[in-house]
């Protein structure tokens, strides 16, 4: 007679797990990468080329994220006496002597610009295991958005202006003072068809509002799309500038991200009418003042506007950096482009849609004529997997909805040809 033992393993994901999060490595050679869901649903987002000055960093240690720039993200940790480390692209540089994570993606810190990351979410140094086995830290960040209420902040652009957060619900607080208002705008780079009235950077310190059109520009204008505002603590004498007095409350910045990931801009005017930000080609130093027909601008004001989910903002990122081949596509159905190629929009709700918008890597389409047909050369874009997202806008400028396809551009040793695609 045999005696049966049975023993029942049951294995249970923490919570934590369970939500969306990046994991930055601490080596240089090891990869940065995301997991939307499950932690075994990782994608690969970027190497990480050096770690600097990590030796002061133990597992456990907690972090908040609280700024950010185009090529870098800082995060501060929450104890009595705050340690700072940065993560940063190839691009960045700095002269403080901070724990620092650079990474190999030239063109900036992709998790950055995606609105992947938020003021206020939360990281942890973690022990991990590296592709050949052996320990090594990394920084667990938390990509569940920070639980706020909508606000916005008020700046008054005049001296001894307010510094106003406006909360629904809640009685307007003075969180600071403005010591002199902007006048005009500079050009700023990172600007460069971010779209007026974006974050192209934001930290207690520093907050930079682009005035650069979304739209591109013929190469020889380039350095004319760039063009901005700054809203700092550091007095100087330029136009673009708006001196405040103390570093903006970092509960007053809390939830912003990236470009119009979270938050955008306005502007209002001496007949008390908010309007959009300016949108202007170059420097202008009298944007903000008379001759303008509106009269000049008596308060900046930012406020929340539609974000893209965190699962979109992975999936984005994740193309930004994916080498499928041509197999893989065929494996996914991923439609197969090359020469000239005619994209045809049809909503399904057409009366309710006034224009639409088309972003493909770099490449901005604009339209506002039905029917909405685009015809684009796809050999500007490199051979591989690229994200076409179109948004859909009612008359007044609103998002209806988003709607994103993947299609495989492959275009060498093919001659040029047109082919269609119905959405």
């Not at 930055?24 to 970027?46: C, D, F, N, Q, Y």
């Not at 619900?169 to 969180?175: A, M, Q």
């Not at 197969?336 to 389409?365: C, E, N, Q, Y």
Request: net charge positive; aromatic share 4%; glycine share 8%.
């Amino acid at each position: 007679m045999h005696t049966l033992h049975y023993v029942i393993v049951k294995y249970r994901y923490r919570q934590q797990d369970r939500t969306p999060h990046v994991v930055i490595p601490m080596r240089a050679g090891s990869v940065i990468t995301a997991h939307p869901r499950m932690p075994e649903k990782s994608i690969p987002l970027a190497n990480v080329t050096s770690a600097r000055n990590t030796v002061r960093l133990h597992s456990g240690l907690r972090f908040t994220i609280s700024g950010f720039t185009k090529t870098s993200i800082t995060l501060t940790s929450e104890m009595s006496s705050p340690k700072t480390i940065r993560i940063g692209s190839q691009a960045f540089l700095d002269d403080k002597d901070l724990p620092t994570v650079l990474t190999g993606d030239p063109a900036g810190l992709s998790i950055v610009t995606s609105g992947l990351v938020r003021i206020g979410m939360t990281a942890e140094i973690i022990d991990a295991q590296s592709s050949t086995g052996d320990k090594l830290m990394a920084l667990r960040i938390d990509l569940t958005p920070p639980a706020i209420d909508d606000h916005a902040i008020v700046f008054e652009n005049i001296p001894d202006g307010n510094i106003t957060l406006r909360q629904d619900g809640r009685p307007d607080k003075l969180v600071g003072k403005v010591i002199r208002g902007a006048t005009g705008t500079g050009r700023i780079d990172g600007t460069e068809n971010l779209g007026n009235g974006s974050l192209t950077e934001a930290e207690p310190a520093a907050v930079v509002l682009s005035t650069s059109p979304d739209t591109s520009a013929p190469a020889s204008r380039f350095t004319e799309r760039r063009g901005g505002v700054v809203i700092t603590t550091l007095a100087d004498n330029q136009p673009f500038t708006m001196v405040i007095k103390d570093a903006i409350p970092a509960i007053a910045l809390k939830g912003f991200a990236f470009g119009g990931k979270s938050h955008i801009a306005d502007v209002q005017r001496e007949n008390g009418d908010w309007e959009r930000f300016p949108s202007v080609v170059g420097h202008r130093a009298d944007t903000f003042v008379r001759p303008h027909p509106k009269g000049q601008v008596i308060a900046i004001r930012i406020r929340p506007t539609n974000v893209t989910s965190t699962g979109q903002a992975i999936q984005a990122v994740a193309l930004q950096f994916e080498k499928a081949t041509l197999a893989d596509a065929a494996k996914r159905k991923v439609p197969v482009i090359s020469g000239m190629h005619t994209l045809r929009i049809s909503p399904t709700d057409p009366g309710r849609v006034a224009s639409l918008k088309i972003k493909i890597a770099d490449l901005l389409f604009v339209m506002n004529v039905k029917p909405f047909v685009k015809t684009w050369d796809t050999s500007s874009l490199p051979d591989g997997l690229h994200s076409v997202m179109v948004e859909l806008l009612d008359e007044s400028g609103a998002l209806i909805t988003t709607t994103r396809q993947e299609v495989y551009v492959r275009n060498r040793n093919l001659s040029t040809e047109l082919s269609t695609c119905q959405w």
